[in-house]
């Protein structure tokens, strides 16, 4: 099945600093998604990008789907930013609707 | 607002007992849902596609008779795990899409603590 790696896996950043977040997978997806899971379990869709490039706020996201990678941007990062990004693919050839998830970046945003 | 409804989002309970978790579609109808466990400070991992209409599709290393998955209808799946041990303690969250190649939309999840 298609793989997903995420990088980092931890990430510790001062507020205010910039982050860029790198999702890689091994095929071809008709369905990116980045969310951010809160202390709750949560998880808050972000982008839905299966390609292109979208922003919302201080947040970004580009996929180049040829090149079978997506980056999320977070600007000027504030503390309440903390908690776990999830990279989650559906591939082509899975149909196009099971979703797999990476294993997810840890950003702690220090005050 | 909410678009998927999951039920109930916190359970505790004995070691042998089944416990069922509803996920709802509340505007859209879902032919297709899916159901994922997630471990502490590990990500989420597919248990399995569930089929309005027919037998869900399980992923490799998931016990079919210990989690029980039911497409009662187009907006409704529910997943039974049958005599839960502490071990099967966990986080475990639906997703529905609402059509091919859509975004999946999430629900918020139940803990589970088998005591």
């Known amino acids: 099945g298609i793989q997903v790696e995420q990088s980092p896996p931890d990430l510790i950043l001062q507020e205010g600093a910039n982050s860029t977040l790198r999702c890689n997978f091994s095929?071809?997806?008709?369905?990116l998604q980045w969310f951010h899971q809160n202390p709750w379990g949560q998880l808050i869709n972000l982008f839905y990008i299966p390609s292109g490039t979208k922003q919302n706020g201080r947040l970004s996201a580009t996929t180049v789907a040829t090149e079978r990678y997506s980056l999320l941007y977070i600007s000027s990062s504030q503390t309440t930013d903390s908690g776990v990004y999830f990279c989650?693919?559906?591939?082509?050839?899975?149909?196009?609707?099971?979703?797999?998830f990476g294993a997810g970046t840890r950003l702690f945003v220090k005050a | 607002g909410a678009v998927v409804s999951q039920h109930p989002s916190w359970v505790i309970c004995k070691s042998g007992t089944s416990v069922k978790i509803e996920c709802r579609s509340l505007d859209f109808q879902a032919t297709t849902m899916f159901w994922y466990r997630q471990f502490p400070k590990q990500s989420l991992m597919l248990m399995a596609t569930?089929?309005?209409?027919?037998?869900?599709?399980?992923e490799q290393g998931v016990e079919k008779d210990k989690f029980l998955i039911n497409h009662a209808s187009l907006t409704l799946s529910t997943l039974t795990v049958t005599s839960a041990h502490p071990e099967d303690s966990s986080f475990y969250i639906c997703?529905?899409?609402?059509?091919?190649?859509?975004?999946?939309?999430f629900g918020d999840g139940t803990r589970l603590s088998i005591l």
């Open positions: 569930s089929n309005e209409g027919s037998k869900a599709t399980y």
């Open positions: 989650a693919v559906a591939g082509l050839n899975t149909g196009g609707f099971k979703t797999i």
């Open positions: 095929d071809s997806v008709n369905n």
């Open positions: 997703s529905a899409p609402r059509g091919r190649g859509q975004p999946q939309h």
